[in-house]
């Protein structure tokens, strides 16, 4: 089945201790994105990726970093969170050989920074 | 900043009507649009994409775009309660970045 995973679903957390957020696709696709979304605020792009080793800051990298080893995943990495940070995350895929030209999301992660 | 925005309603229709949704962008660079679907704690999900303008039907959505005047809408006909949902409009600018709309509520009264 084609599909996004994200771990963990659920995090709480506290301020200043780091953590990742994993996401992996398994459809081959070349672009992978972050995003954010807060009530009110809709879902805001953090980074996006168009193939392994390239990255680029979507519109609210601050307090984020990724990475691009592998073209199937596309960690998320809060090196010191704070509670501003605290919100539903949701890491989405695009490929070329997809059906549609749209992204595919994952479940989404809920994060809270005490 | 590029921007996307909707009505965040809510916006309520009796079951069979037709619900109407809209949406404004402010790039002029913005080459593909999306509507999605979004169930209150899920994922959101593809309903309609458009590439030029006019109108696109796919069963009971129709996507309209006129980017002369930078506005895109989704109309759902014979509005059903499980159409009840929050609706993101998003665009694609040519630099590969996704730019998202606050979203509208949508309630279909049975």
């Known amino acids: 089945e084609a599909q996004v995973t994200q771990n963990p679903r659920y995090l709480i957390t506290v301020t200043g201790k780091k953590l990742t957020v994993t996401c992996s696709q398994n459809?081959?696709?070349?672009?992978m994105s972050w995003y954010r979304q807060d009530p009110g605020l809709g879902l805001r792009q953090i980074y996006y990726?168009?193939?392994?080793?390239?990255?680029d800051k979507g519109d609210v990298p601050e307090g984020y970093k990724v990475s691009r080893k592998e073209k199937r995943n596309f960690p998320l990495i809060l090196e010191s969170p704070s509670p501003n940070q605290t919100s539903l995350y949701f890491c989405?895929?695009?490929?070329?050989?997809?059906?549609?030209?749209?992204?595919?999301f994952g479940p989404g992660t809920r994060l809270t920074v005490l | 900043q590029k921007e996307v925005e909707q009505n965040s309603g809510p916006l309520s229709v009796p079951e069979g009507a037709i619900a109407s949704l809209n949406c404004t962008y402010s790039d002029r660079g913005s080459q593909s649009f999306f509507w999605y679907r979004q169930y209150s704690g899920k994922s959101p999900e593809l309903i309609m994409f458009?590439?030029?303008?006019g109108d696109k039907e796919d069963g009971r959505f129709t996507a309209q775009l006129n980017k002369a005047s930078q506005y895109v809408s989704l109309l759902i006909r014979d509005s059903q309660p499980s159409d009840s949902a929050t609706y993101l409009c998003?665009?694609?600018?040519?630099?590969?970045?996704?730019?998202f709309g606050t979203g509208t509520s949508l309630t279909v009264i049975p």
């Open positions: 989405a895929s695009r490929g070329p050989g997809s059906a549609l030209p749209s992204q595919y």
């Open positions: 459809m081959n696709h070349e672009y």
């Open positions: 990726s168009m193939n392994v080793e390239v990255t």
């Open positions: 998003a665009v694609n600018s040519p630099g590969n970045q996704f730019y």
């Open positions: 458009i590439y030029s303008n």
